[in-house]
């Protein structure tokens, strides 16, 4: 396959921005979309240029680092089926795994960092989310007593607590649901995150700060607000449903209440 791609170049999150055009040849339909921008860079470095700065960790779907806006959507097309032109089915994988079968020969293919306030761009396609790890450090936590380690069926947790909990667990944080939000809103992951802890026994000891504390924290990195059309959940590659977002809601207006109960 030979392509055209057009890339994001910027130096640090001072410097401006542009997309810059390249030529890559060669490239195999087997081939995942990061070993393409392994290919571009290893023509780069040959030819003096600096190679495009882009993230990946596990290459396995796992962990989401690999964050690129690709013709538009966050992560890409599902790369499913080549012929994709009379298709909108979007999202539901991660760039590592997004394969070049699911583009043509002769496509132009526009790469593109997160686009979100609260993510900002550290060189070319990558971006800072430690705005994530401040949201969960506000409250995705749990207490843990000291002392003999307690019995493993202690606690009984109801399947449907369990299945729900497990659902949103699934979360690994990438931040596509910020970058296909026409607002940049982080509501989906926040409410992931909420919902995982809040409805297990073990996370009832913080169930009302942990919403009110998260919330506040998202609030606070400049993330956008919810008007919920829905293109988050249709871009998380973990399949993270849109109602997540409503149950955290009730969580929040369920503390709220509780906190003006108690005067603080």
Known sequence: MKLTLRVWRQKNADADGAMSTYEVDGISADMSFLEMLDTLNEELILSGEDPVAFDHDCREGICGACSLVINGDAHGPDGVSPARADSRAWGRTTTC?????AFRDGDTIDV??????????????VVDRSAFDRIIQAGG???A????APEAHATPVPKPDADFAFEHAECIGCGACV???PNGSAMLFTSAKVNHLNVLPQGAPERET???????RMDAEGFGGCTLTGECATACPKGIPLPS??????EWLRATRKARRAGR
């Open 97 to 101: 795994q997004l394969h070049m079968r």
């Open 112 to 125: 593109e960092p997160w686009r979100a306030a609260a993510f900002p761009v550290v060189k070319d396609l």
């Open 141 to 143: 936590y749990i207490s």
């Open 145 to 148: 007593p000291t002392g003999a």
């Open 179 to 181: 970058a296909a939000c």
């Open 210 to 216: 942990r919403v009110l504390d998260m919330v506040g």
């Open 245 to 250: 977002i409503a149950a955290m809601n009730k």
